[in-house]
């Protein structure tokens, strides 16, 4: 008798054993494949309470590891990066992973207040902000795109008199961080020419798994009138496949780019991790920033800087912690029994943000997609790194357009595509959106029947601004903030002008010829407007506007301290020794999505520290 004779199977065929235990063995092999995916995790270093080191850097996230990484090539400099997060876990590192995120220990999980105006059609009229907790910081749980923005956006930084910041300047600095690796672009001279090919960062394309939907994507908006490009960076505007900081089917982070094995283990860097910085330490009679005091692990400890401390906390944590540390508003610190060290007004204030709407459209095509195709992604991206999890969880189809003679994009727009009677669904945007009921039914309802693809229009240059401001003077209570859309009215009418351009997407012939149609969204003050009129748009933008998570502005530079917090250099007004360093610096938004210009602050500004302090080639 042959060894498969009493074979069992649960299968009502018959079999001598060898497919039931081919199919097994391969089952296994996929299920312990997960663990061929490496994780690097940063070593953290054990400190004595009161040490001291040159420069300590607060926030490991996309300002704070390059910063670590530059200051540390100065091999007699001693640096300390403090992390409140702990490292990535693997979902970080698998792009289709992205929105996964939300709420968990790696989120900081911001919430705005209730204006009792903006947002009403959203759960608690409270907008979400998830925010990265980990190293690498937001740069670990974003869509990864990579995209720069335009000479415009950086010129009027330049004109409000940040003399370090002239557009050539940051393009040589965007070309010091790069390193194109698509190999469509490189072989194009004119964009190849546009980018870094050197740097640490690796810009590429995502492996990308519905190229005929994109396609008829790309000529839909043709036919409206936005042409496609092959490179939306090189173009200024247009639709085409987003470069993101991805490569072989794995996200690369500021961590992993920054922070690889060779830095981490320079002598002169330490890191830590899980530690929250509760004070910066500042001398009220000299104004000189000289340590942080920082919660380590349920720990207090106290590390001194003899040259710097700098703050790369974010657009939210870093305005949050000056204010803990005496510099803002003095009404603000003394209405918390915080004692007012530098009376710097702007602390907080002139956020700018992206503002997004959601416009649906239902159509005939793509149908239902059944699980064995979803499954089998799985093991496409565990076999070779391809299939959907390999690519972003927004598709990397994105459009930026202008409605005037604007010299730079006034909308950005990303396409989700949402199979017909989607698991996903109701889900996601529950979590990433917190609709209330009816206007998230007006998505999942419909999707019973109808693929729907969700147009999330991005608002990128809105004239209203935000504050953030301080719940309590206890550091471990989150800051709040309130977004304030739409304070200024001129914002709501040319929004509403946005949305309409990108609904004519229905009458292109793709989407015509599969029956598609302008999804209409259920909320209680908008339902007397027609379908698609000025009123019905702006009435939508109104309550289901959310932030895009793009917070810029809360600790601007600028040569007035009444109207900035930092000067050109970063250096904090009325401070000496303290920098901020991250997009909170921003004095004005930007036409793209915030990263790359993250990372090229912190490639500016390392070389702006080196030349202050006498070590720069």
């Known amino acids: 008798m042959g060894g498969y004779d009493c074979f069992e199977s649960s299968c009502l065929a018959p079999t001598i054993g060898v497919a039931p235990q081919t199919f097994a063995s391969a089952l296994q092999f996929f299920t312990a494949a997960q663990c061929f995916i490496d994780i690097p995790t940063i070593p953290e270093a054990y400190l004595c309470d009161f040490e001291e080191f040159d420069f300590i850097i607060i926030g490991a996230g996309g300002a704070g590891c390059p910063l670590a990484n530059r200051l540390s090539e100065i091999r007699h400099w001693k640096i300390l990066l403090i992390e409140a997060g ?33 947002s009403q059609a959203i759960k608690d009229g409270s907008t979400y902000l998830p ?17 720069r923005g335009v000479k415009s956006d950086y010129q009027k930084w330049y004109d409000l008199g ?76 247009g639709s085409g496949k987003t470069t993101v900081t991805a490569s072989n089917g794995r996200r690369r982070s500021a961590s992993t780019i920054y922070l690889p094995p060779e830095v981490v283990n320079r002598p002169n860097l330490s890191i830590i991790k899980n530690a929250l910085a509760t004070k910066i330490m500042i001398n009220r009679e000299t104004k000189t920033a000289y340590g942080v005091e920082v919660d380590h692990k349920g720990v207090k400890k106290t590390f001194y800087a003899k040259r710097e401390v700098i703050l790369s906390a974010g657009a939210i944590n870093s305005p949050q912690l000056l204010l803990l540390s005496g510099v803002g508003p003095k009404e603000e610190l003394e209405a918390h029994n915080i004692e007012c060290i530098y009376d710097s007004p702007a602390v907080g204030k002139n956020m700018e943000d992206h503002i997004t709407i959601n416009v649906p459209v239902f159509s005939n095509y793509p149908g239902e997609r059944n699980q064995a195709d979803a499954h089998f992604d ?34 950005e727009v990303l396409v989700s595509l949402y199979w017909k009677n989607s698991t996903t669904l109701h889900d996601t945007l529950s979590a990433q959106y917190r609709y209330k009921q009816e206007v998230l039914d007006s998505f999942v309802v419909p999707n019973e029947k ?20 301080l719940k309590s003077n206890n550091p471990k209570d989150k800051p709040l903030f309130d977004s304030n859309f739409y304070s200024v009215p001129e914002d709501l009418p040319k929004i509403a002008q946005g949305l309409k351009k990108v609904a004519e997407i229905v009458n292109a012939k793709y989407y015509k010829s599969n029956g598609a149609f302008l999804g209409r969204i259920n909320w209680k003050d908008c339902n007397d407007y027609e379908l698609n009129s000025d009123e019905y748009w702006e009435c939508i933008a109104l309550h289901t506007g959310v932030t895009d998570y793009h917070n810029v502005g809360t600790c601007r530079m600028g040569p007035d301290p009444s109207t900035s917090v930092v000067a050109s250099d970063l ?46 080639e």
């Open 86 to 118: 702990d490292d990535p876990p693997v979902e970080s590192y698998i792009p289709g992973f992205s929105k996964n995120f939300y709420r968990t220990k790696y989120d900081w999980n911001y919430q705005s207040i209730d204006n009792r105006n903006t």
């Open 131 to 147: 925010r990265g907790k980990m190293v690498g910081g937001s740069t670990g749980i974003n869509a990864m795109f990579y995209i």
């Open 162 to 237: 940040n003399l370090d910041w002239s557009p050539s300047v940051v393009e040589k600095y965007f070309h010091k961080l790069e390193n194109l690796q698509n190999q469509e672009l490189l072989n194009n001279h004119t964009i190849s020419a546009n980018y870094g090919h050197d740097g640490p960062v690796i810009v590429n394309k995502f492996n990308n798994s519905y190229g005929y939907i994109n396609d008829n994507i790309f000529r839909s908006w043709e036919e409206i009138g936005i042409p496609n490009v092959l490179d939306i960076n090189t173009a200024g505007g």
């Open 378 to 411: 799985v093991i496409k991206y565990l076999y070779n790194r391809t299939g959907y999890l390999a690519q972003g969880a927004f598709s990397d189809v994105l459009t930026f357009f202008p409605l005037s003679e604007e010299t730079h994009p006034e909308f």
């Open 450 to 469: 109808y693929a729907l693809y969700v147009f999330t229009v991005i608002v990128l240059h809105p004239i209203s601004t935000g504050s953030v401001f």
């Open 571 to 616: 250096k904090v007004h009325g401070i000496n020794n303290l920098r901020v360093i991250d997009a909170g610096v921003m004095p004005g938004q930007l036409s793209a999505n915030p990263m790359a210009t993250v990372y090229m602050i912190a490639e500016r500004c390392s070389d702006l520290i080196k030349q202050y302090h006498g070590e720069l």
